[in-house]
């Protein structure tokens, strides 16, 4: 058991409704993946190609047209409760504090929910030891909107991680950040992970990003949304900022953008 | 700091000056009280009468609140229901926007013939009139929930009903307190106007006693009652909206 792979997606393929499945209009076709335990990993590619197709499949929000999902050993069957999810856009509950906004996962997931009254005190301290560590300590009972983007994005990073979920699926969390943020985040979340080993999918167009982030990126392609390049980023751990502008880096992140520029320029091709 | 204040009292400036030159044009054209009283005058009848007055207002009032108290319940829960079924939302709110075009005034001598003269249908004209834009605001609140949010509780097992209790509900809330705010002042019409027809006294009935008896200061009188009863009863939902739903309006309200 111990090489069997925890997400497991065999041959899956995705149309949204019944009509678009009779016309054959996928929205993921073919998807072969497999991802061990507490692996980090990246799905890069043009906006439209299915990429959160891809996270919802891996959620169990989505069941497949064709193809099976396992996660764990089992076969996907409905929403796992075991993944926490986080967005572009934060998506905080502006009538709730920063706290109670990162708590609410758990007056909804069991085993919290039926304890959340009794031990809401010992759940806050979680709250505010996690908040802590991403650098938002003093904030808990501010408002999401006396808040920068990019603290309320770090509160719903806190939101996904606090039932300790054994999976994180980040849609472009980082996407409407600035630059300097971003980085930080990076960080963040890259220490969030070594410490925790949850296993993430991190959705992203961001190239830089998923190299500096993940052990192995995903190449998806648009219409079809098809996985067409695996690759390993075999740099070393832990990795530092500095990282990013090293040749080695910059080498793969050109690799990963000819992969991309490759299939573009042949859609547009088909397309003349 | 001076346009602030201003501000804040240019509502009673805008009054007086209203009053003022309505005042000034009657005293000027030496205009008929049977035809269009004065400001003075019909503060003349409103004190002269003020028993009268009184009364009758008290009666208006309560009624109002009484179908306004309907109209929330009944408005929240249909309300609830279209905001949270697709499959209610497409069978109800085509025949709720056909009802809603109808006057209501029109309906005011069938409910005569089903609960008689007096409170039955002023209650419900105050009713009909003002559920509707209380319903279709709660539906509002609950159906433009971002679909991210969902997908954040769904991925953790939430029910339909955690997410509509914990996001849904909460979410609406601004848009609640704004129709009410809407909603009061179509409750005063809707009794005054079946008053009119149908009871033996309120606001409604003093209006159209006091027209036949050529009274026409005591009729303006009442008017202004009725206008100054809906507007304190819109101040207070407005003082409870600001006061619970602050997260809403932090722009307009500089926090």
Redesign the interface.
Known sequence: MENSPFVDFQDVWLAYNDELLAQQQFAVEAIDLQVQEGEFIAIVGPSGCGKSTFMKLATGLRMPSRGTVHIGGQPVTGPLKISGMAFQAPSLLPWRTTLDNVLLPLEIVEPYRSQFKQRREEYAERARSLLRKVGLGGYEDKFPWQLSGGMQQRASICRALIHEPRMLLLDEPFGALDAFTREDLWCILRDLWAEQRFNVILVTHDLRESTFLADTVYVMSKGPGRIVVKMDIDLPRPRDLELTYTKEFTDIVHELRGHIGAFRNEGLGVAK | MKSRALEKWSPWLLLFAVIAFWQGVCSLFNVSEFIFPSPLRIWEQLIEFKGTIAAHAWRTYWVTMAGFGIAIVVGVLLGFLIGSSRLAYSAIYPLMTAFNALPKAALVPILVVWFGIGIGPAILTAFLISFFPIMVNIATGLATL?P??E????????KRW?VLI??GL??S?PYFFGSLKVAITLAFVGTTVSEMTAANEGIGYLLISAGSAMKMGLAFAGLVVVGVMAMLMYELFSYIERNT?A??H?GSQGV
């Open positions: 971002e991210e949010l997908d954040v509780l769904r991925v953790l097992g939430a955690d914990k996001v909460p979410r809330m739903t997260w809403a932090r």
